[in-house]
Structures are given as C-alpha cells and as structure tokens.
C-alpha cells in the first residue's frame, strides 16, 4: 500500500505521537488554573508556541493556536478585515486560494464587502504585476497561498508581499501547504497554518498575526488565545504539533531533495507511458512532494478506484470526484483540462520504489478506464467527410463528450466543425483543454437547448 | 497529589488513552477521500457518531463534532437565532449559564438582538415559572445549562422543556457537566457539551440539533460535519471521546452514589471543622462531585495556593482568582459570599481517604490565611461605643473591606452604623453575604468619592 495523499492529510509522525502521548499525562489540566497540573499545562502550551513561533519566524506573542488550519483561515480573515473597516471592504484573494480562504471571501461579499479574485497563469501562479493592480485604497486584506494545494506550484509571495506593503496593506499567506517545508520568506502580515498537514494531529491550526496589523476578532468572546481561539486549549495536539513541526524541519532539506527528485521522475515519465496527458503545475517553482496530471477521455473517480485496488492512494480535482459535480476551482481558473485528473502527493519518506511500482500501474490503470468508456483509439476514423458535425452528449458526464468529440473530429475535413452539445460543467473546461492538446481549433460556446454548444473547427 | 477540579477538565478516562492511541493508527486520513485510508477514518467517524448519539440519545445525523465544548455553544446558539431570525431576535438565558453562553448573548445583544437573563434563586436554581414566563411571541431560542459549573446545582430542565414547547421555543442545553452522568431528559431541541469534562481527549465537542428544529449555521461555510463545524475533522480525538463517554456511562450510577457521598460528607462536615464558612449550591439536587464554599474573611488566591501547597487542586469563584478582578458571575447570582470561595468537584475514582486528608488540612489553611489578613478574632472589641463608625477600604481588595468590617462592628452599640468605604467590586457582594451570615442588617450601598460606601447596622 501506498499513501500518495499528504497534500490531503499526512500520517502522524513518529515524533508527534512521542509528543502527543506524553502531553496526554502532563498536558490534559487548564492551563488558565493556578495549582501545579494547571501550571504544568501552561508551561507545556507556552514552549510549544515558542517552538511555533521559532518555526514561523514571529514572536510567540504573535502566534495563536486554533483548532484547524480552515478555523485558523476564517478568522485571521475576518479579525483583519474587521481592524481595517474603517478603510476599506475591499478584500483581494487569488483565484486558486485553499476553499476555506474563498468561503471566507463568499461570506465577506455576502455580508456587503468586495472582492477582487486575481487570475493565473496557466502553470496557478499569480503574476505579481497584476495582483498589486489589484491594489486599492480601500483595499482591507490581501491573501494569498505560499503554494497551491492541488498543483504544487509555489506563488510570488515575496513579490507580491512588497507590492502589499507599499500599499499598507496586510498580507495573509496561507502556508498550509509549505510551513513543514520552510519558514514564508517576504512580508507577511499574518500566516495560517494546519499541523495535520506536516504530520502533527489533527485538531491543530495556527494563526500568526504580527505586531501592528489591527486586528479585531469575531464571534463572542473568550479569553483563550489572546481572544483568537474560543475554547478549551487542546495542549497535547499542540505539543505534538510543534514537536513534528521541528522534527519536519529538521530534515526537511534532505526530503525536499529526494522528493523532488521523485516528482521530477512522475512529471517526465507519465506523458511517455500514457498516451494523452496533461502535466499541470509549473515545473520548477513547485513544492518539492506534489506532482498533478490529467489524463483525456478518463474519468477521474474511475481511476481513483482503479489506482485505490491497486494499491495507491491518490487524490483527484476532476468533477466526478466532487461533491458539487464541478472541476476543482484551481484547475478551473489555470485553464488547464481536468478529466481524469490525478494530485500525486508524497509524504515524507516515500521510497522511489513506490514511485516506481506506480509508474508500472499508471499506464494499464488508464488503458483499462479508457477502454471502459469507449475512448477514441489512436487513428481518427475514415468515413466519408462531412463540413458540420454535431455531437449530442447532453445528460452525459464527463468525460463522454470530449471522447464523443475526439471520435468524430476525424470525420469532418479540416476548416470543418464539430458542434458537441452538453450540459456538464467540465465540459466547459475539458473542451477547449482538448483543442489545445490536440491542436485543433476552439470556436467558442453557445447556448443551446439545455446545454450548451461547444465548437471546434478541425485544423489539422 | 489529589485533583479535586474534575469540573474544569478531568485527566484522559484510559478507554480514552487506548480508543485515542488505536485511532491515531486508523483514523488520520481525510474521511472525504475515496480511497481506504480514506473509508477507514469515514467509519471510524461514523461508528463514533452512533455511539455519542446514543448516549445523547438523539439520531446520528442529529449530531455534529465541534472542536470544543465552547464552539459547540456558539455554533449552536447562533444557528439557532439565525434560523428563526423571522419569528424574532428575543433570546433567553439563565444568570448562571456557562461563560461561553452568556459570552454569545452578549454578542448577540451587541448584534441588536434582545436578551432576557432569568434570574436564579439562593441555590443557584432557576425557578420553572419564572423561567416560563420570560418566554415572549419573539423568542428565538431559550438556553438553560443541565446543571450549574461552579456550584454542582441541577436546573429543572424538565419543567423548562415543557415550557418551551408549549411556547414552540427551541431549548439549548448546555450539558457540558452531566452528559457523563446521564442523558439529559425532557424535551429539549440543541444540546451541547465537551468531551475534556467526561474524560474525553481536549478538542472535542459536540452538538446535537434535533431534527425539524430551524438551523442556519453562521460563517463561512465548508463541507464537514453537515456544515455546522468547519474544518479538518479530529477523529482520533473523537473516536476517543466517544469510546470515553460510552465508559464513563457504564461506571456512572455506581460512581454517582460514591462521590454523592464524598461530596456530602464535604458539605457537612466543612461547617463544623471551619468558622465563618458558607456551603453554596442546593444540598439536593446537585451533581455527584460538586460541593462550593465560601470562607469569609480569606482571599481565595492565598486559599487556593496554601492547598496547592498542601497537595489539593481546586478551582475557586473569588474576584482575586479571576483575571477581571471580580467575583464570578454565578455566586453573584446567587447573592452567596464569593471571598475565600472554594469549589470542589472531584473526579471519578477520587478515593475516600483523599477527601478525609481535605478535611483534614482545610481548618489549618483557612486559619493561616486568616491569620496572615488580620481576620477579626471570635470576639468583637470591646473599644467605647460610637452611634456611627467609617471604614476607609479604599484601594483594598477582598476580602479586607470585610475584615475591616467585622473588626469594627463591635464598637458600635446596637442600632448603630458602620459605612464601608470600598472600591473592590466583591464588596457589593460579600457584604451584604456577611451581613446574612453574621445575622446583621444591610442597610445599602450609596455613592461615595473614589467607590461605594456600604452601610451596615449593627442588630446583634
């Protein structure tokens, strides 16, 4: 078994589990009592956001612990925004920010504040020039990730964090991603984070707010964590979250190595073993373990089941494997396809022979989900020509209109069109990803009767 | 070492400890992802789920993991005000609710809703009509905890129930001290408690929402726990919780009968070993390992650290062991004495010979505390009589204004004042408790330069 999931959750760390048991016997008292298991407690809380801090680079005065990274997100969102009403409700995000930073978004614009979603490129980067236009004088909060969760590529933090504060703007960096990787370089104004992320529990967020951002939390009071984190201290996920946090450090120079060295290898190989396939993500301004790829006429939960009996554990932004039926946001705003799409995401200490034995299974784990869904074999088909076609995949999910699409493009002349009606969102963006893969031209949409139509001129 | 504060949090139940230990292996994956470490940590969740609704004895889709007890009140209290926003913004509460209630209220208030704090009797109980008759045409939600924090008084949460549902109000109990003990009875529609009072693991705690009853969860939202508690979910906390609250139900009417006895002997002996003391909190109706008292003329801080010394952890409601620097809300309710205020809850398994070393050393400290203060002796001075004596406590905290008081009440005759000059807010209430301890006549409290001068006529 393989677990290649730990942008999803790590396994706790050995150093961790150390940590939380012996905090289980020496860290269960309120540390706000004044008799010696109280006391203990608060010691046992106070080195932890010592050693947090150290790993943050703040002042443990800065630094609160909160009960998740998404709890640590929402509030330093809406504690910041509501210190700086006074100038302004204008809240600037990028369009591949953690859900929980654009439901924090959604909730602020709800409530009557604007919102600006900086684009990306095509690799999820933001261009540093276009997140400062963003910028304005009524601008409150600007957030954006250190790097993305679900494509790896790192952002222009420290670009964007000087265009931030020319502008006087606090910046929020959501480091859930990157914290075990390293400290976020540049000038951040507040930092989220999630221990579960770097193989501490769960249970354990941490919200750093420095000095001199006004801040003003939410929700009714309580006196815990400097009034940033309503209930019950949760001290021994604390301990054993900064504990892992340090011992992640510690080796995190050696590891960031040898994964990337392990990506490197998924990234280069995967278009050589499996025909028709789109590496997303930049390729070098990356996170060292998560490597993203989508696959054509795949379909994403298919292939998760395919890859889960065989052994690997992997995540996927495809529609199908939505709640909501709809393509990850991220690769969504980047442009990029998103059927059959696969997030390879190594913890810590994966052996390359894993790597190995998962390049062994991709090619024949996709083959089979093709085969399954009647995918286009390689040669177009030779019928007779026709100048129009017309594909109807309405009620049909993806990824059956861009395989019922491929199965026909060789059917029309080129400067010829194939019109493929369908009502799934993925469409959408699986269409036009195709053209570019393909080299085949996208018209453009219309509306159509319960759909829309998607057209495509055949150019080669 | 004896921890008497069971109340505050009690040490990990070992059905915690093992349920934690074997979750952390099973249950660290993210219950959303499809692939096993994924379908393990779901049925993890899912079997914990089933076990607390049972004890709750709700459904289990009725109920939702929190990270804490304090954010299952939250949540809960201001789901319930949004969803019925349209039928009114009249919220009702009990004066001696939990902190983490009236902290929500007054968040409430300050949001332009209205709030109705039902005052409570001498033992701390609300009174079922008193309560009733508060319900209004706009009343969104009534709160009433099962029983009281500081001094172990169960509250009619039956009677109330009724109440409410004839009023069709909603009615939020707060559990967070019982749910070990039993399920809450009578017709309740959100209940709320925290797992770290029950010998659960800190960071978990849990709400249940009874079904019809309207519920529109404030925030931004997020996937998990049906949108009631957002972020990462802590399962092997949970699944400990759980496992941990099954537990405890097991020992409880055993252990109930014991510490019931514990608790009675502490309540009936402490007036006998120690002068001047008063036993708070109804002698019935209470919970099992709850006993609170108040010893006039000692400073609750120096209490506290002479039985830390003496190998006893304890908690207590005096104005000095509080960072706001006044008396706790709850004994001011009550009107009782705060100064010198002890509350001792003893966890389950506490052995009776720990309780006999209490009694033992309790005299000796309350004397040496008393002793350090300059705590009036037995017998009143016998100095020449004046109609109207000053005291000037200005600048002093608790309990010297008392002390100050009972030196002096002697050399008035019969009939005559004495007027205390004092600043310290727990003088508004210890005063007048001494005065009925003391079978002396409290005459008021009038405005004076600096403070207030409370005036005392001596009758006896």
Chains 1, 2 share one sequence.
């Not at 990787?181 to 104004?189: A, H, M, N, T």
């Not at 994964?259 to 290898?265: C, I, Y």
């Amino acid at each position: 078994m393989a677990y290649f999931d730990a942008a999803s959750a790590a396994p706790l760390h050995p150093v961790a589990r150390q940590a939380l048991l012996a905090a289980l016997d020496e860290g269960w008292a309120d540390p706000a009592r004044l008799y010696r298991e109280g006391r203990r407690a608060r010691l046992l809380l106070d080195a932890a956001r010592e050693a947090a801090a150290e790993a943050v680079r703040c002042r443990p005065d800065e630094l609160v612990f909160t009960s998740s990274g998404t709890r640590a997100v929402h509030t330093g969102v809406a504690g910041a925004l509501a210190g700086r009403r006074r100038i302004g409700r204008h809240l600037i995000v990028s369009a591949v920010e953690h859900s929980s930073v654009l439901h924090a978004a959604r909730t602020h614009e709800a409530d009557g504040g604007a919102v600006t979603e900086v684009p990306v490129g095509r690799t999820g980067a933001v261009d540093p020039a276009a997140y400062g236009s963003a910028l304005r004088p009524d601008t409150a909060l600007a957030c954006l990730q250190s790097a993305n969760h679900e494509v790896g590529t790192e952002q222009p933090v420290g670009a964007v964090g000087e265009a931030c504060r020319a502008a006087g703007v606090p910046l929020l960096v959501d480091a859930a991603q990157s914290l075990g990787w390293g400290p976020v370089e540049g000038d951040w104004s507040l930092l989220a984070a999630s221990a579960h992320k770097w193989g501490g529990p769960p249970g354990v967020g941490l919200l750093a707010v420095r000095k001199g951002v006004r801040f003003a939390p939410g929700g009714p009071a309580d006196e815990r964590e400097s009034g940033r984190a309503a209930g019950f201290e949760n001290i021994p996920a604390i301990v054993a979250a900064a504990a892992s946090l340090r011992a992640v450090r510690a080796e995190a120079a050696a590891e960031a190595g040898r994964l990337r060295e392990l990506t490197a290898r998924i990234r280069t190989r995967v278009p050589r073993l499996v025909p028709d396939v789109e590496v997303v993500g930049d390729p070098d301004r990356r996170l060292p373990g998560v490597v993203t790829f989508s696959c054509l006429y795949v379909d994403g939960e298919t292939l998760l089941h395919e890859l889960d009996r065989a052994g690997f554990s992997v995540s996927s932004g495809s529609s199908c494997t939505s709640s909501t039926l709809t393509p990850s946001h991220v690769l969504r705003a980047m442009g990029v396809l998103s059927e059959g799409n696969v997030r390879v995401s190594l913890p810590p200490g994966t052996p390359g022979d894993e790597v190995e034995r998962f390049l062994a299974v991709l090619p024949e784990a996709v083959a089979g989900v093709r085969e399954k869904l009647g995918a286009p074999a390689a040669a177009p088909g030779t019928a007779p020509a026709r100048d129009e076609l017309v594909v109807d995949a309405l009620g049909r999910r993806c990824p059956i209109p861009v395989i019922e699409l491929a199965k026909v493009i060789g059917d029309v002349p080129v400067g010829g069109t194939v019109r493929v009606l369908a009502d799934d969102e993925a469409a959408r963006l699986d269409i036009p990803a195709w053209c570019e893969m393909r080299g085949q031209e996208y018209v453009g949409e219309e509306a159509a009767d319960g759909g829309a139509a998607y057209v495509v001129r055949r150019i080669s």
